[in-house]
């Protein structure tokens, strides 16, 4: 396993107080290099036996693998959720110079 590989982390809050929270967290522990908060949409999903609506703000989180369980364990530790949305997806391409600089940014997430 690739402790190097970049991440593509996806995560849904609340409300952007919230995004705004768990994103400044996440970047000033150094374990991601960068959190995009996106507009707001709309989830329906299914939560204890009911169809449930909710008005949500998408996260896009960039990380390492080294650096994921401490962004996990961040995220559960701020995220208001029972079950907070967490979905890694691995990045199989992009320009090196970006992802290098997630893996350079996320290197103290893995110190700390």
């Known amino acids: 396993m690739n402790e190097s590989e970049v991440l593509l982390v996806?995560?849904?809050?609340?409300?952007?107080?919230?995004?705004e929270l768990i994103a400044e967290k996440l970047v000033e522990q150094g374990v991601t290099a960068c959190v995009n908060i996106?507009?707001?949409?709309?989830?329906i999903y299914r939560w204890q036996g009911k169809v449930e609506h909710a008005n949500e703000v998408p996260?896009?989180?960039?990380?390492?693998?080294?650096?994921?369980?401490?962004?996990e364990s961040t995220i559960r530790e701020?995220?208001?959720?029972?079950?907070?949305?967490?979905?890694?997806?691995p990045v199989s391409a992009g320009l090196p110079e970006y992802l290098n600089w997630v893996?350079?940014?996320?290197?103290?997430?893995?110190?700390?």
């Open 38 to 43: 996106l507009a707001g949409c709309t989830s």
């Open 10 to 19: 996806i995560s849904n809050v609340p409300d952007r107080a919230v995004a």
């Open 59 to 71: 996260l896009l989180i960039k990380t390492t693998r080294a650096a994921y369980p401490r962004l």
């Open 103 to 112: 893996v350079q940014e996320t290197q103290a997430g893995k110190q700390t």
């Open 78 to 89: 701020l995220h208001p959720y029972d079950l907070p949305e967490l979905i890694a997806l």
